[in-house]
């Protein structure tokens, strides 16, 4: 593949960045459709994040995803937002306009509902009850998620009691009944839940495991965990082991890059059992 002055650059800016998956993925997507492209990983100290994102007009980038921690400061320094963004309040992916005004979008919402599609989950039937653990960016758009897809009751449990109850009041004028949970209910809090979703950091590689009684789930439930290193968290093997629905991270991963990758280069990359395979085993090795 050549690369000249023509190439279309894009990235991720992270802190740290060197685990991000989204280099391969999107670097094996544009080898496959033959595109004079590049997307490479941006570390970014979080105090240079405003600095770093006015600079992708400069550098001549097309945009960059933005991981942690940087979703909610990335979107201060843009000039615009899509409704997902102003909604959810946090940022994943810049793209550069025609004008060098840089608009800041939120895909993880679409992305986390198109896993759920991709795994065939039903949980989200009219009214549904969903416990949601976490109150970060990710949490935010999975609030968001869930509401596109028409539960009636969502809980938010959090290590904080007080971000869980700012993640409440952010979506307070959303015609659904949102409840933040103290932390050490958050089992109790699964009674008439037909998902749950972990949006912590708990259960990924180097981390502690999350420590959740999933008896009071229904056998109908489904359990999320957007965590996607390793691809089968503490979380899922228990779920598994209880014969109950699991969707990994992965495929939120996958989902949520793919209209970014579209608004950048031109074309809308092809889920592929090829990628997964590609991702899965990227993901195995670096645990190992």
């Known amino acids: 593949m050549t690369i000249s002055g023509r190439a279309k650059i894009a990235g991720v800016i992270g802190w740290p960045v060197a685990q991000s998956r989204s280099p391969l993925m999107h670097n094996h997507w544009i080898s496959t459709l033959g595109l004079e492209a590049a997307y490479v990983p941006l570390a970014v100290k979080p105090e240079n994040i405003e600095r770093a994102v006015r600079a992708l007009p400069a550098l001549g980038f097309q945009g960059a995803n ?60 009219a009214g549904a009850t969903a416990l949601v653990l976490g109150a970060g960016g990710a949490a935010r758009a999975i609030v968001a998620a869930l509401i596109d897809l028409k539960f009636g009751h969502i809980r938010i449990a959090n290590r904080t009691d007080a971000r869980a109850s700012a993640v409440a009041a952010a979506f307070s004028a959303e015609k659904v009944k949102i409840e933040p949970i103290a932390w050490d209910q958050r089992s109790d809090a699964l009674d008439g839940a037909s998902l749950l979703v972990n949006t912590t950091s708990l259960g990924m590689v180097g981390q502690p495991p999350l420590e959740i009684d999933l008896a009071p789930l229904s056998q109908g439930a489904v359990v999320a965990d957007i965590v996607y ?34 608004a950048w280069f031109g074309q809308t990359p092809p889920v592929t059992r090829e990628l997964i395979e590609m991702l899965e085993a990227d993901v195995r090795a670096r645990a190992g």
């Open 229 to 262: 290193s390793p691809l089968a968290t503490p979380l899922l093997r228990a779920a598994h082991e209880l014969g109950l629905t699991t969707v990994g991270g992965l495929r939120m991963l996958i989902e949520q890059a793919r209209p970014g990758f579209a």
């Open 66 to 125: 933005v991981t942690v921690p940087h979703k909610e400061a990335a979107l201060k320094a843009c000039d615009g937002l899509d409704a997902a963004a102003r909604r959810i309040g946090a940022v994943n992916t810049i793209v550069v306009r025609e004008d060098g005004g840089l608009e800041g979008r939120n895909t993880d919402a679409v992305g986390f509902a198109e896993s759920l599609r991709a795994a065939s989950c039903s949980a989200g039937n």
